[in-house]
């Protein structure tokens, strides 16, 4: 496994890939899995709960998702796991289906480190994908509350088709930059880094 340059909007020839629309796999050989390692150890390594093949230069569709672990505070202050962070890997997925209602929430992105701003999802959506092996899966009703699948999904299927997270913003102008912020920053359980002081919306 290796480390993998995240491409940045602000760069012209990244933007140019960041813009395009990705190819559907059609083989499925071992020549998927060294790309998708890659993708995984990238997408841990900063902080990232997704990562779509584009934003590291390939424009092939598949992205990785790893839903954080869910927490819960207990009377004494202390912190107990109540889910495990899930892993899944995606191969020319699609939603098929996808709920009326939406959900807006703070939404950042490893190809746009700093921003962050309300996105609308649909608070529920159905995908289709291929496995490594080819072979098809669904997600029925993944939820897009609190940074689950469902919202991760929608925002990395975007990158498969060149859409970026602040295409999807009611008010751009709403857009919150935080690249100048000196606060110390920390991991926090489930969501992304951020000041302490802050929310902080899940990295895509």
Not at 5 to 10: F, M, S, T, V
Request: proline share 6%; net charge negative; glycine share 6%.
């Amino acid at each position: 496994m290796a480390l993998r340059r995240i491409l940045q909007i602000e760069q012209p020839q990244d933007a140019t890939i960041l813009r395009s629309k990705s190819t559907r796999i059609t083989t499925f050989d071992k020549s998927l899995q060294p790309l998708i390692d890659d993708m995984i150890e990238t997408m841990r390594e900063t902080d990232g709960v997704g990562l779509a093949a584009p934003q590291v230069g390939v424009l092939r569709r598949i992205v990785v998702i790893e839903q954080p672990a869910q927490f819960e505070e207990l009377e004494d202050g202390s912190v107990r796991e109540i889910a495990p962070s899930e892993l899944v890997v995606m191969i020319n997925p699609e939603i098929i289906k996808a709920s009326e209602e939406t959900i807006t929430m703070q939404e950042g992105c490893l190809s746009m480190p700093g921003r962050y701003g309300d996105v609308p999802r649909a608070s529920w959506v159905t995908i289709k994908y291929q496995d490594v092996r080819g072979k098809e899966q669904r997600i029925r009703h993944a939820s897009s509350e609190g940074y689950k699948i469902g919202r991760i999904a929608q925002h990395e299927i975007d990158h498969l088709d060149g859409v970026m997270f602040t295409d999807r913003m009611a008010d751009i102008t709403s857009l919150v930059d935080l690249r100048q912020d000196a606060t110390p920053r920390r991991r926090r359980p489930l969501l992304r880094r951020r000041p302490a002081a802050e929310p902080s919306p899940a990295q895509e």
